[in-house]
């Protein structure tokens, strides 16, 4: 690794941590340059603490929302700067990608091989872009919610127009009324939006992230030099915070701290129970 490259690594590592410049460039010395591997080693340490600024976010771009008849899709197309992100040829791309993605319900292998308004296939436009703009440009990943089985709601966290944004969520509830309770779905949305829950329940989170967290948990107790009767027990209390930190239905609710998510839908609940069915978060550039 170059001086440089290695200057670059320590800089990304400590915007991410907020750890100094010497345990930096030692985590990165052990971990060959890998700056997940480098953020595991300095919270095992105890040096860095859990934190959502620790979600790599290397790409720039856009994310897009379309709903029509109740259906919504979702796209996230990224390039590598936020100049580019502004650039119009890419805005209006990334829009007629949205309409086409629409169509062919998420699906990225189809969407790649539609045709856009000027005749050509989208990979091929595609291609054309990069070579126009001079930047690598991806189409990174797409959802679809169907409007079978529930109602869908979105949220656009500072909208830069309708449907586009940076971070956009999508939520299908059951048990809406209409004229009743339907603004508790956008609110919902919106709480997922600044939370980012990574499942509805606890049992729900990935095992193998849960028990990821548990060792490093562990480490950073044993690091800490409590004794071992003393881990088990501690280890217990923070791996169940962290449950309940990223599980959509018991993390606090964002306009009112003192409930849960799950008390929300408890109280906006009328004639039939109302249930969180399905939701996705976008940030654009999040773990790439």
């Known amino acids: 690794m170059s001086n440089k490259d290695l200057l670059d690594n320590i800089k990304k590592l400590r915007e991410l941590t907020g750890v100094g410049f010497k345990d930096c460039k030692i985590a990165i010395d052990e971990t060959q340059g890998d700056l997940e591997k480098s953020i595991e080693f300095l919270r095992k340490k105890g040096i860095a603490k859990a934190s959502k600024k620790m979600s790599r976010t290397a790409s720039e771009g856009l994310a897009l929302v379309r709903e029509e008849k109740g259906e919504v899709s979702l796209i996230e197309i990224n390039s590598e700067t936020d100049f580019v992100a502004k650039n119009k040829d890419f805005i209006a791309f990334c829009k007629e990608l949205s309409e086409i993605n629409y169509k062919v319900k998420g699906d990225l292998k189809k ?12 990979k091929d436009n595609l291609v054309n872009l990069i070579a126009k703009i001079g930047e690598k440009i991806t189409i990174r990943r797409s959802n679809y919610f169907d409007n079978s089985n529930g109602i869908n709601f979105y949220y656009v966290h500072s909208a830069l127009e309708k449907g586009i944004g940076k971070i956009i969520s999508v939520v299908k509830l059951d048990g809406i009324l209409k004229e009743k309770n339907s603004e508790i779905g956008t609110k919902i949305a919106m709480h997922i939006a600044a939370s980012n829950p990574l499942a509805i329940e606890k049992d729900n989170i990935d095992k193998i992230l849960v028990e990821k967290e548990l060792e490093i948990i562990k480490a950073e107790i044993a690091n800490s030099g409590k004794p071992n009767e003393m881990i088990e027990k501690i280890s217990k209390g923070k791996i169940s915070k ?28 009328l004639d039939k129970e109302l249930k969180i069915l399905n939701f996705i978060r976008y940030k654009v550039g999040e773990g790439v």
């Open 111 to 122: 969407l790649n091989e539609s045709k856009m308004i000027n005749g050509s296939l989208v």
């Open 242 to 269: 962290f449950l309940s930190d990223n599980s959509l239905l018991s993390q606090d609710w964002i306009m009112d701290p003192k409930k849960k998510v799950s008390d929300i839908l408890k109280e906006n609940s």
